[in-house]
């Protein structure tokens, strides 16, 4: 038994050093991502759906994937242990988009071990990501070529926007550079920043609803919401957060602490891998008070947006993060990381989490897609995703309590802005979690 199990370790790292996310890959450890391979039941998937006006046509789709995989080799991976570490190689089984309402499990078989898995039903594609792998940055590229290159499939031919890469576009340099490898050197001297140490508890947070999670669509036309956004000198995350701060204090009037909104932010640009596909998000806080005036509140954002974003806060940022991996790097076999990991299992961020995605680039396609959604199950307490699709602009709201006091008192506060967003019913909801290993 002992022979089989150092020959299989052995082909392991064989495999690893011969390939990996990109041509002339090798012995590429996942670090970027490693947060997210030790879960006790694994990591949900992200899933990004392109919900057309027309039903999809599967011959399209495959002919599509096929041809968007020669610019985007990364999305044609598995994940490979070995001692507890995982790489990313190429995986020989041939990706497909599968007609199914079932969501595959990431890395399992049903999806050929892929951590990039593509579904359609009806009128809707979806694209499942693992994180562990890349982030929303590093899959949106992938997904703006495929939607393109299926409705060319289609005949309904359009010039891509500016940006889109095509399937023949070479590799940029930096396609698969890992920064949380990369010594920063001693932490940087930053100023100290006036943020609350804790925000306003949802309670609403701490229910248990055996791992089922609820989600609210709420769909703006662009144009509207891009107009009323100037009008207060915010931007569209500063402006979405904006909403959900006050729809958060008009359902808890009697909050005792501020509205603490942890807000996603890409640090490619600051430590210096703009091309990179791998996770490069950290947060940053933007508090909300009670009594705040728009004016203030969205000065005083901008404020400690570009004070947290500088590349030195980045920087220190990161070497944080290095050092929890290389803490990880110096515990041997898969149970000893996971147990440490264990720590950050059901941690809920103070208030509520808000990530905003981007401008998907369409262009001459954007009136053949009615709306783009992300999501995923397992948040616990209250999250938002923002994506703009070029016509409308999409808000799910996500959360692992029913109630929808948050999504309709969202709608009531966009509405009080002068817009007229539509909101979906209740949609409740799991994504899978990931099959990398073989779990007790």
């Keep these: ?124 594609i979806y694209i499942l990501f693992h994180h562990a792998l890349c982030d ?21 031919y359009s010039e891509p926007e500016d940006g889109v890469c095509l399937p023949g576009d070479p590799l940029p340099e930096g396609l698969a550079y890992d920064p949380f490898f990369q010594d920063f050197g001693p932490v940087e001297e930053v100023e100290e920043l006036d943020l609350p140490k804790e925000g306003y508890h949802l309670v609403e947070g701490d229910e248990e609803h055996g791992g089922t999670s609820w989600r609210y669509e709420l769909v703006f036309e662009r144009d509207d919401f891009l107009s009323k956004m100037k009008e207060v000198h915010a931007t569209p995350a500063i402006f979405a957060t904006l909403l959900m701060s006050r729809a958060i204090l008009s359902v808890n009037p009697d909050a005792d602490k501020p509205v603490k909104a942890d807000t996603a932010f890409d640090m490619r640009h600051a430590l210096g891998c703009d091309e990179t596909f791998k996770n490069c998000v950290s947060t940053l806080i933007l508090p909300y008070y009670k009594d705040s005036s728009v004016e203030e509140v969205v000065s005083s954002w901008r404020d400690l947006m ?93 959360q692992s309590f029913p109630s929808d006091a948050y999504a309709k008192a969202f709608k009531t506060e966009a509405e009080a802005m002068g817009l007229s967003p539509s909101l979906s019913p209740a949609i409740e909801f799991t994504t899978p979690c990931d099959s990398l290993i073989r779990r007790k």
Aim: glycine share 10%; hydrophobic share 35%.
């Design 1 to 124: 038994m002992n022979i089989l199990k150092a020959l299989e370790r052995s082909c392991r790292r064989t495999l690893a050093s011969s390939s990996g996310s990109v041509p002339g890959g090798r012995n590429e450890r996942i670090r970027a991502g490693q947060s997210y391979l030790y879960k006790l039941r694994g990591v949900e998937s992200e899933v990004l759906e392109f919900r057309l006006f027309e039903k999809v046509h599967g011959d399209a789709l495959n002919r599509a994937l096929h041809s968007s995989l020669n610019r985007f080799p990364y999305v044609d991976t598995k994940a490979l242990e070995v001692d507890g570490d995982f790489y990313i190689v190429q995986n020989p089984v041939s990706m497909t988009a599968r007609h199914s309402k079932c969501l595959a499990s990431l890395g399992s078989l049903s999806c050929g071990h892929h951590l990039v898995d593509i579904t359609y039903w009806d009128r809707s």
């Design 136 to 156: 929303g940055r590093g899959i949106m590229p992938f997904a703006e070529t495929l939607i393109w290159t299926y409705f060319e499939e289609r005949r309904q």
């Design 306 to 398: 570009d004070k947290q974003r500088s590349p030195a806060r980045c920087r220190n940022s990161a070497r944080m993060i290095r050092g929890l991996f290389e803490k990880l790097d110096s515990l041997e076999g898969y149970e000893a990381k996971q147990s440490m990991m264990g720590f950050f299992e059901g941690m809920a961020l103070d208030t509520f989490i808000l990530s905003y995605l981007g401008r998907i680039r369409l262009g001459g396609i954007a009136d053949k897609v009615e709306s783009i959604h992300l999501y995923n199950s397992g948040t616990k307490g209250l999250g938002a995703n923002m994506i703009d699709s070029g016509r409308r602009i999409t808000v799910d709201i996500k």
